[in-house]
């Protein structure tokens, strides 16, 4: 992403991992229980901050609920100010139900992503 997006600046992950690393703490993390955390693929750095994941298979039941349920914290923390999904069509519904479950729909967007990326995003 690098600033090539419209409307504002972004991180890969890679770029995320070595934000972190320089500042020695996570910044852009989620928390998970314990002393885990989870990065997300993208970060958009407009105001306000949106962590973006690109779900192209299928996470077991458990540990996608559990990510879904630190999102919910980190948005209602004030970490992001939301967090959108782009999902393969295969993977679209088993997330719906993950966040019908964890009743994270508030601060979660997810939608279809069908090939490449939405048209609100461009490519390096």
Do not use: N
């Not at 910044?27 to 693929?41: E, N, Q, W, Y």
């Not at 069509?89 to 729909?105: C, F, G, Q």
Request: charged residues 35%.
């Amino acid at each position: 992403m690098g600033g090539d997006r419209e409307g504002g600046d972004g991180l890969s992950e890679r770029e995320i991992f070595a934000r972190e690393r320089a500042e020695g703490r996570r910044v852009f993390s989620a928390a998970l229980t314990g002393p885990r955390f989870h990065r997300p693929d993208l970060i958009c750095l407009d105001d306000p901050i949106e962590a973006i994941e690109v779900e192209l298979t299928t996470k077991a039941t458990r540990r996608l609920d559990e990510i879904l349920r630190a999102w919910r914290r980190a948005v209602g923390g004030g970490q992001f100010g939301r967090v959108r999904y782009l999902c393969a069509p295969k993977v679209l519904l088993p997330v719906k139900r993950s966040m019908a479950r964890t009743v994270t729909d508030a601060v979660i967007e997810v939608e279809a992503l069908e090939t490449g990326l939405p048209a609100t995003m461009s490519r390096r």
